[in-house]
């Protein structure tokens, strides 16, 4: 029998909360998603948020990390493509099939999440512009190595191209949010990848 004690095992799959507490912030943003969202969808108290996973700027970040890990997985798969285009191509493909998924919020957490934030999303926002600008810099160091070997014209420049693919990719998930499908999305990013590498 449990007593309210101190040390008392947590009463929640603090996991399967966290998924669902990503689930808000993806579909609400960070400032439209209220502590009463966050709580009542993961089926905790406020006090057991806090405790188990700080303020509502530290759910937000473990939220995110989820989302790096599960539906934003597709970056780091694009990363392990042989060619530079193909890196390209597996991110923007990855992009418009995570921004669009059956059963999840359309668009892009890390691009949705606070663009509409006032002051109080001010700490989502700087996270969110350090999480975009994290991918960029892994795209430009792959296609650095990509200039290295040839794969890519030695006068290419890896930080232009790597903020070119960032942009469509970010594009991609506000058309979705707007109700694009996955097939419109990928005949975008087709078209975008026709000039390769872009001049």
């Known amino acids: 029998m449990y007593t309210s004690q101190i040390g008392r095992p947590r009463a929640f799959d603090a996991e399967a909360a966290l998924e669902k507490a990503m689930m808000v912030f993806w579909a609400q943003g960070y400032e439209g998603a209220s ?14 948020l806090y405790a188990a996973y700080g303020n509502k700027e530290d759910l937000f970040r473990k939220a995110l990390q989820r989302y790096t890990e599960g ?10 493509a042989s060619t530079a285009r193909e890196v390209a191509m597996a991110f923007l493909a ?3 099939r995570a921004n669009t998924l ?17 002051g109080t999303g001010r700490v989502a926002r700087d996270t969110l512009a350090e999480w975009r600008a994290h991918g960029q810099a892994l795209l430009r ?7 290295q070997v040839g794969d890519l014209p030695v006068g ?21 949010a707007g109700g ?18 872009p001049a």
């Open 35 to 48: 502590l009463t969202d966050l709580t009542e969808a993961m089926g905790i108290s406020r006090k057991s």
């Open 94 to 96: 990855g992009s418009a």
């Open 102 to 118: 059956p059963g999840l919020p359309a668009g892009c957490l890390g691009v949705q999440g606070a663009l509409a934030a006032g």
């Open 71 to 80: 539906p934003g997985a597709y970056v780091a798969e694009a990363l392990q």
């Open 141 to 147: 160091d792959r296609f650095r190595q990509a200039v």
């Open 180 to 197: 694009a499908t996955c097939e419109e999305l990928q005949q975008v990013a087709d078209a975008a990848l026709q000039n390769w590498p």
């Open 156 to 176: 290419a420049d890896p930080e232009k191209i790597a903020r070119y693919v960032m942009t469509i990719a970010n594009g991609v998930a506000v058309q979705a």
